[in-house]
């Protein structure tokens, strides 16, 4: 394997079997590949605690696809959104509604701060007009939790519906629809579920999705019409990703046999600790105490020593077969390591020795910010 290993926020690290299963043309409309279609789907839903409720709907492209389905198909024209905002994808919620001409607040704390629930709680009581909340469950941009559980309860006690990005969470943290009340949440197939990328989903409430006809502002970003299209002819409405779709059903079958959601929440929560524990002995400081740090992306502060130069560092650790990520903070300066994708405690482990020997070769003694 010369590949690098990937420790991003996405494109992540497969296993081999998951790239094996793609070396296969599938017809769309071969009985083999609807049935996996078929299945693919049961077991997302099953995943969030929401076969009977809700309908996963899955729909090409990048997961930034799957959130303007949620946000274009379920927010109505007359409808209000509100969005809580702790980092870049909440401003990119936020951005989709303006852009396809929905009303639209937001409700924003800095990016080393969970999302507020008694700010929350005041806005919705505020102003009536907002039918919708939309909350980020693992925010990248930091690597920040944020209190889904508390967020839904107090959207469900106040009769508006909730929009979940869980990008970067599903698959790795419980979200379950029986005590967690969600309209709708979406994530897609190549991160903690661990597909390659192509696709993303969107879990939704089978009441809300009926009721959604005609609100889409788009045709190809229409779950109610995608919807339609599977229960018609149990067929994708427009070319379906064939190889992605096959790779992704290979994903869930490792990530059932991992444990399901606990097993692979709990390798990740591995990964994640010896990573902070590694990195902290060499000095560096994560942006986030333990409490608020969801086991998916660390966020580091860059090391004042004036001979790290984070360009040359990333290099470096290419160079020896990692990838890791710069920050995309506000708050402060940072470059961000990943936990999650095809990665275990050997693999985290290396990237600590390879950060530890760049450190030396270029001559930095501390990565104390
Ligand atoms: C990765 C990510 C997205 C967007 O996914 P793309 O596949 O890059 O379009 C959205 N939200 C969150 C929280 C993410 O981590």
């Known amino acids: 394997m010369s590949d690098p290993f990937l420790l991003t926020p996405g494109p992540l690290t497969t296993s081999a079997t998951v790239k094996q299963a793609m070396l296969r043309d599938w017809g769309s ?27 996963a709907v899955p729909l090409q492209g990048s997961g930034t696809f799957a959130v303007e389905a949620m946000i274009g198909t379920l927010v109505p024209r007359s409808g209000k959104l509100l969005v809580l905002v702790n980092g870049a994808y909440g401003h990119r919620m936020a951005r989709m509604a303006a852009v396809m001409g929905r009303a639209v607040a937001i409700l924003e704390v800095p990016e080393d701060r969970p999302v507020d629930p008694a700010a ?19 925010e990248t941009t930091s690597g920040i939790l944020n209190p889904v559980a508390e967020v839904a309860g107090i959207v469900a006690a106040h009769g508006r519906a909730l929009l979940i990005d869980s990008m970067s969470a599903f698959g790795a943290l419980p979200v379950d629809a029986r005590t967690v009340p969600f309209t709708a949440l979406a994530a897609s197939s190549n991160k903690c579920l661990e597909g390659v990328p192509g696709m993303g989903f969107v879990i939704v409430r089978r009441d809300a999705l009926a009721a959604a006809g005609g609100n889409a502002h788009s045709l190809s970003l229409d779950l109610h019409d995608q919807a339609r299209g599977f229960e018609a002819n149990a067929q994708w409405r427009f070319t379906p990703p064939t190889h992605v779709l096959a790779a992704f059903s290979q994903a869930l079958d490792e990530h059932a046999a991992e444990g399901g959601v606990e097993g692979r929440g709990a390798r990740y929560a591995g990964n994640c600790r010896i990573l902070v524990e590694g990195m902290r002995t060499l000095g560096f400081q994560t942006l986030l105490p333990d409490a608020l740090q969801a086991p998916i992306i660390v966020t580091f502060r860059m090391p004042r020593d004036p001979a790290f130069a984070f360009q040359a560092f990333y290099d470096r650790l290419r160079e020896r077969g990692f990838v890791i990520y710069p920050g995309k903070l506000t708050v402060a300066d940072s470059f961000r390591i990943g936990c999650i994708g095809r990665l275990g405690l050997a693999e985290m482990r290396a ?3 390879a950060v530890r020997a760049t450190l030396a070769e270029m001559g930095v003694s501390s990565g104390a910010p």
């Open 351 to 353: 990237a600590l020795d």
């Open 120 to 138: 929350l709680d005041r806005a919705l009581a505020a102003d009536t007009a907002l039918s919708h909340v939309a909350v980020v469950h693992c």
């Open 29 to 55: 409309r071969d009985g083999a590949f609807i049935a996996m279609n078929a299945r693919v789907r049961e077991r997302l839903a099953g995943l969030a605690g929401a076969g009977e409720t809700h309908v």
